[in-house]
């Protein structure tokens, strides 16, 4: 699987853009990059995921570079409900071209301050 | 979006006993299902892939008979730890991949929280 590398800890004043990048320089032509959040002690929440394209829902639009080797999750107006550990993660294929797992790293702790 | 539900969300049980988790998806068929379990202050770490019909597949060093997982319908993955111990005190999630073309979404429930006395 396509190793992802996040900066453990960002801060972010509330109201403002939350931008939280994320290096998969490894990532293969197939292989999605999927975000989520992890709220303390809750399940993850699925925020959003893409190939190519940038994408953009209610929660957050993502940016995927050209070369697909970078992206940036944006929050477009972070509110202290959004403090929370975010996960950058890039799902490989199995042999066979099927997709594989969800594997989670360290992700990037997101503190929203007043 | 679409949820999955899990239950219990806390349970506690004594040592040498089994406990049940069971995972549900709420509004969508999900063939494939996932356990994960986190430790404090640690990521979610994958135990194994849950395949609806077949016997899940478990990650390296993951006891398969220790902890059985049933997936005997699309909408529910069952995790049950057999011969409690201490050491198995986890907070346990599952997730669940709605069924699509590639590019699938896999929703994840609130998590368990098991503690073993």
């Known amino acids: 699987d396509a190793k992802t590398t996040q900066p453990p800890s960002m801060d972010c004043a509330e109201g403002r853009a939350a931008n939280l990048p994320c290096n998969h320089s490894t990532i293969s032509g197939n292989e999605y990059v999927y975000w989520y959040r992890q709220i303390h002690s809750q399940g993850p929440q699925y925020i959003i995921h893409g190939l190519k394209n940038n994408e953009t829902n209610e929660m957050a639009s993502l940016i995927i570079t050209e070369d697909r080797k970078s992206s940036t999750l944006i929050l477009p107006h972070a509110t202290l409900r959004d403090t929370a550990v975010y996960y950058c993660?890039?799902?490989?294929?199995?042999?066979?071209?099927?997709?594989?797992?969800?594997?989670f790293g360290k992700g990037t702790k997101l503190s929203v301050k007043p | 979006g679409a949820v999955v539900s899990q239950h219990p969300s806390r349970v506690i049980c004594k040592s040498g006993t089994s406990v049940k988790i069971e995972c549900r998806s709420l509004d969508f068929q999900a063939t494939t299902m996932f356990w994960y379990r986190q430790f404090p202050k640690k990521s979610l770490m994958l135990m194994a892939t849950s395949n609806e019909g077949s016997k899940a597949t478990y990650e390296q060093g993951v006891e398969k008979d220790k902890f059985l997982i049933n997936h005997a319908s699309l909408t529910l993955s069952t995790l049950t730890v057999t011969s409690a111990h201490p050491e198995d005190s986890s907070f346990y999630i599952c997730?669940?991949?709605?069924?699509?073309?590639?590019?699938?979404?896999?929703?994840f429930g609130e998590g368990s929280w098991l503690t073993v006395v």
């Open positions: 993660i890039v799902r490989g294929l199995n042999y066979g071209g099927s997709q594989g797992n969800l594997i």
């Open positions: 997730s669940a991949e709605e069924d699509r073309a590639v590019g699938n979404t896999i929703y």
